[in-house]
């Protein structure tokens, strides 16, 4: 019985000094408190631009054609024809590394855009492999395919490069950048 009554006093006295330290803790630290917020704005970095500058040529709008382009020689000896149907995919877009200083920027919480024109990205947009001579007649050079080749590439441009077309891209590279802007968390975006 001697025993069991000591265990219980111990027992007591150890509940006593958790509760007289839990006690103090408590007193300690009653002004201390933890405080989380999130950061609502997001500031347009140089390492943000940077890396919208890396992506090179952004194309917004592709658009393929095939050209039927002939001509016609006379002679003495009689007509020369040369017909061939050239197929081609003309890619409208922005080079990033082309862009001037200050192309983008931030004010406040809105970034301003400066979009630079949308252009031919690649002069070589025919497809020489799949070009197809559609009628031959009589000798023609490599300097007479040749003009013909620019022939077909001038065709192509002035169907294709149209205003039309090139406000397309435009309106596809504003929405583009938009998205991309938002997903970097830009709410305020202006673009020129």
């Not at 405080?35 to 952004?58: F, Q």
């Not at 197809?132 to 022939?151: P, V």
């Not at 001038?154 to 596809?172: D, I, P, S, V, Y």
Request: proline letters at 2%; glycine letters at 6%; a negative charge.
């Amino acid at each position: 019985m001697k025993q069991v009554k000591k265990t219980l006093q111990l027992y007591t006295a150890i509940a006593i000094a958790v509760c007289a330290a839990i006690g103090m803790l408590w007193w300690i630290n009653r002004d201390n408190h933890i405080e989380t917020a999130s950061e609502t704005t997001t500031t347009l970095s140089p390492t943000i631009i940077g890396k919208i500058e890396d992506i090179g040529e952004w194309e917004f709008l592709s658009i393929s054609d095939e050209e039927l382009v002939d001509t016609t020689r006379t002679s003495f000896w009689g007509d020369s024809h040369l017909a061939r149907i050239y197929y081609g995919t003309l890619h409208i877009g922005i080079d990033t590394h082309d862009l001037k200083a200050g192309w983008i920027r931030q004010n406040g919480d809105t970034v301003i855009v400066n979009l630079p024109q949308v252009h031919l990205l690649d002069p070589n947009f025919i497809d020489e492999a799949r070009t197809k001579s559609f009628y031959e007649t009589g000798s023609w050079t490599e300097a007479d395919r040749q003009a013909l080749y620019r022939k077909a590439c001038e065709k192509m441009k002035a169907r294709c490069l149209t205003k039309e077309n090139l406000r397309q891209a435009r309106e596809n590279m504003q929405s583009q950048m938009d998205k991309m802007l938002r997903a970097l968390g830009f709410e305020n975006i202006v673009m020129k």
